[in-house]
């Protein structure tokens, strides 16, 4: 599987938009890149999948160069609720393929 | 659907004791998995199944058992507990994209808080 490497942690205010980048060298041609939303106490939930360009649905947008060596998921105005943990993940469905998630990005958003 | 459903919520054992987590879910999932969660840490993959009758170890199975003998239910157990098992488990399900193995859409239960003195 694909390493992926995200920033520990970001801070934002109330409105802004927030782009968390997440960095994978190593992804395989037929790597899908997934990202994940958890708030504490709760499982994680699933926010946003793509393979290639942009994709958009009604809470984010995921952008992917050409390369496809890394993604940005991108938060337009955020609110206080969209405080959390995001995780990017990358891997290909497939046989027994089950994702695996590492630490995530901590998002704090500021009044 | 009540979705993917995890009993108890919270559990308290003492090192040694045994005790199984319960995990259903009503979405005929064929896939299913446990993880565990540690204060500051991603999930950690447990054990997973692929179908009713099929499992396989994940990323930190040592100390786990887990059987799937319905669709539906996914328990796991804990052999004889461990201060090192406190942690937070998050059991998911999630379906089998046509032709290929697991969707990326994992669905989650609300998880179970474990304290081992």
């Known amino acids: 599987l694909a390493k992926t490497t995200q920033p520990i942690s970001m801070d934002s205010y109330e409105g802004q938009e927030v782009n968390i980048t997440c960095s994978h060298n190593?992804?395989?041609?037929?790597?899908?890149i997934t990202w994940y939303q958890q708030f504490p106490s709760q499982g994680p939930r699933f926010i946003i999948q793509g393979y290639k360009t942009k994709v958009t649905n009604e809470v984010a947008s995921l952008f992917i160069p050409a390369d496809r060596k890394s993604s940005t998921l991108s938060l337009p105005r955020v609110s206080l609720s969209d405080t959390a943990v995001y995780y990017c993940l990358v891997g290909v469905p497939g046989g027994s393929y089950i994702p695996t998630f590492g630490r995530g990005t901590s998002l704090i958003v500021h009044p | 659907n009540a979705g993917v459903t995890q009993t108890p919520k919270f559990q308290v054992l003492k090192t040694g004791q045994s005790m199984t987590l319960q995990c259903a879910q009503d979405?005929?999932?064929?896939?299913m998995s446990w993880y565990r969660q540690d204060p500051g840490m991603g999930l950690r993959l447990i054990h997973y199944s692929v179908g009713a009758g099929i499992t396989d170890q994940g990323e930190v199975p040592n100390g786990y058992n887990v059987s799937r003998s319905t669709t539906e239910d996914f328990p796991l157990r804990l052999l004889s507990a461990a201060p090192s098992q406190t942690s937070v488990y998050f059991c998911?399900?999630?379906?089998?994209?046509?032709?290929?193995?697991?969707?990326?859409?994992?669905?989650f239960g609300p998880g179970t808080r474990l304290t081992v003195t």
């Open positions: 979405m005929n999932h064929e896939y």
């Open positions: 190593n992804i395989a041609t037929n790597d899908y």
């Open positions: 998911a399900s999630s379906y089998k994209a046509p032709g290929q193995g697991s969707s990326y859409e994992q669905y």
